[in-house]
């Protein structure tokens, strides 16, 4: 990884995030916003879930990848979600990790403006599949676009099955095989 982390980091970053989504639970509580409180808790509950599916996926770097991508600041967020329950994914960590990268710095360096960007990277583990989902605008669509397609047709255990470029979004489903 290019920025190692060590436990005091990790720690700090995820003490920093819980204390941010508890003081925003107390703050609609005392409000009287019961509902909207709620709603939190349930956003803090199945993000956990969906961070616990990311690092069972038996794939420890990127996993790190993922989980700690956000705490630095890019223009791009980076989301991983897991269809169903987790699957067996290490054959394959090398790549996915190093697409998954390639892909974030091309993004970071192709948008415009300062809007909202997510990338968003989906694992089916039944399918051996893998999604990445982009929404924003970027400097030079139809070129970015073409950039990406060639990064996913460069991996040997990457098959593009099927990819799309609209007006703000560029979609990327990928079969794994070995």
Known sequence: MSNKWTT???????RHDWLNQLQLIKANLSLGRTERAKEIMNEVIELSREESRISNLKTPNLSEYLLTYNWLKHPVKLYGKVNGESGDFSLFEEELLHTTK?????????????????????FDPAALRVCYTFQGALTDEKDTYEVLRNIFSTHKSMLLIESYNQENKCYFDIQLTS
Do not use: F, P
């Open 8 to 14: 005091v980091d990790l720690l700090r970053h995820a």
């Open 102 to 122: 390639e892909v974030c710095d091309v993004l970071n360096n192709s948008i415009s403006g300062y809007d909202e960007y997510s990338l968003t990277v989906t």
